[in-house]
């Protein structure tokens, strides 16, 4: 139910009551989006996406973190290799 | 696609369950509060991977699993009225009330509609002057912004045959709720990222406080989750028990303002009752007495429902982290998503249905095998 996800903003305009609308891109759907709770993005943003509604920015710099954190995790050297079958993870992501 | 794919990497995610082995040394009770979450984690097999010290257990965070029997039944009496034109979120179709679940209704003739957004309902409504048209509010905060809006703007646009039923909770009580619990064994918490995106963390640092218990607000892709898991762990191991913020690309400690004065503009906290729980005070979201021409609860009045649950179903204990689906007698066997008994085999953030959507029904040989791939 609180599934959200991102997408990249493609249009933003105020549909005929005033409300400020928008169109983003979900990997290739696009879908309209409410905007009045985001007033500060701007066309080619990423925004966080609820029921139609747009809830936060998606912050790039923050997004990016996560390949800070790959880099200080390699540099944490030789760890013992977890003894889990290779691939098992992604086998068991790309199955669903 | 972006923002999805890089948090599924594997190399990442064999980094981080390395660093979470090397810093456990004794066991740890984990809740992820969020459905969501529940779901990636068993979709990706993300307990299996952690060191046996690690249990994760799941949260009440699934809101279709927490209406009140009372409240759908209420729906159903709704939904049946021949002027009513009834929407919902597809995933309460399936709920069980007392005696049938929407898509029977439906199925007799009742107009029952599924919507994206509940915006949609107010072009519902103005297509359709002669019926009522009534949304099923549910949800946790994440879904609050959007339900307010809908009320406001119907309100703002003089739609007055739009009303909604109102099942709305709130997360931090039902947390408080669980630690204050004799049957407790939760020690940290994976906290619901999209419920905090809309309402900030600052509301979890009295409860981190007061039980002395960490709380990592965290994403929903397989890396947030671990690194969620490895920030609290952490934290455990060192013997803190702050509010950290594993999620920040979405989540600011004040949330979003302008979505949280619209829903305290339409909404007031209110006791709720949750399925298999019980009532929990100040847990909810009623409508804002300015707004009573569109509580669908006050303009239909509908009588006190003698409501019946199934005995066999423990759908509360697993939503409140105490069991697991796979102690429940009927689990896989009278209670399947073809036939539930309990919301939380019927909504996908359920955990029964989770379970079961992964083969977790099927007997492995030795309970610490590795799964195979289930078809």
């Known amino acids: 139910m609180c599934l959200a996800i991102p997408g990249k903003l493609i249009e933003i305009a105020s549909d005929s009551n005033g409300v400020r609308m928008g169109k983003a891109n979900f990997g290739g759907i696009v879908k309209q989006v409410c905007l009045e709770y985001t007033p500060e993005v701007e066309t080619g943003d990423y925004v966080l996406v609820h029921v139609g509604f747009a809830l936060s920015k998606v912050n790039e710099e923050e997004a990016a973190r996560t390949y800070q954190l790959l880099d200080e995790m390699k540099q944490l050297g030789e760890l013992d290799t977890p003894d889990w079958d290779n691939n098992l993870f992604f086998e068991r992501s790309t199955s669903s | ?375």
Not at chain 2, 81 to 107: A, N, Q, W
Not at chain 2, 149 to 173: E, R, T
Not at chain 2, 248 to 268: C, I, M, S, T, Y
Request: charged share 25%.
């Open chain 2, 1 to 375: 696609m972006k923002f999805l794919d890089e948090y599924r990497d594997e190399t990442l995610a064999r980094k981080i369950v390395a660093e979470v082995r090397r810093i456990t040394t004794k066991p740890w009770v984990l809740m992820e509060v969020c459905g969501g979450q529940t779901h990636a984690i068993v979709k990706y097999g993300i307990d299996r991977l952690l060191p046996k010290e690690i249990e994760l257990v799941h949260g009440p965070g699934c809101p279709v699993c927490v209406t009140s029997l009372e409240m759908i039944d209420k729906a159903h009496a709704i939904a049946q009225r021949p002027d009513v034109i009834f929407c919902s979120f597809g995933d309460m179709l399936r709920v069980p009330g007392s005696t049938d679940d929407l898509l029977i209704l439906k199925s007799r003739g009742a107009d029952v509609r599924v919507v994206y957004s509940p915006i949609d309902c107010l072009k519902i409504a103005r297509a359709n002057p002669d019926k009522k048209v009534v949304f099923f509010a549910i949800g946790f905060e994440t879904t609050a912004p959007a339900n307010a809006m809908s009320v406001w703007q119907a309100s703002k646009q003089g739609i007055k045959n739009f009303s909604i039923l109102v099942s709305h909770v709130l997360v931090p009580p039902s947390i408080a709720s669980i630690l204050q619990s004799p049957l407790n064994r939760v020690q940290g918490f994976l906290g619901p990222g999209h419920v905090c995106t809309v309402m900030g963390y600052h509301e979890y640092e009295p409860i981190a406080e007061r039980f002395k218990v960490p709380i990592v607000i965290t994403g929903f892709e397989p890396i947030d989750i671990l690194e969620g898991v490895l920030m609290t762990v952490r934290q455990l191991e060192g013997g803190s028990h702050e509010v950290q913020n594993q999620y920040p690309r979405v989540v600011h400690r004040e949330g979003n303002r302008v979505a949280q004065d619209l829903v305290n503009k339409v909404f007031e906290v209110c006791d709720r009752k949750w399925r298999g729980v019980g009532s929990i005070p100040k847990s909810g979201y009623k409508l804002r007495y300015e707004f009573h021409d569109h509580d669908a609860e006050r303009i239909f009045d509908i009588k006190e429902i003698d409501t019946q649950e199934p005995e066999i179903c423990i759908s509360g204990l697993v939503l409140k982290g105490v069991k697991k689906p796979h102690d429940c007698p009927a689990f896989g066997k009278q209670c399947t998503p073809e036939h539930p008994l309990g919301a939380t085999m019927v909504s996908a953030e359920g955990a029964c249905a989770a379970y079961y959507a992964y083969g977790r029904h099927l007997k492995l040989a030795d309970p610490n095998e590795k799964p195979t791939k289930v078809a």
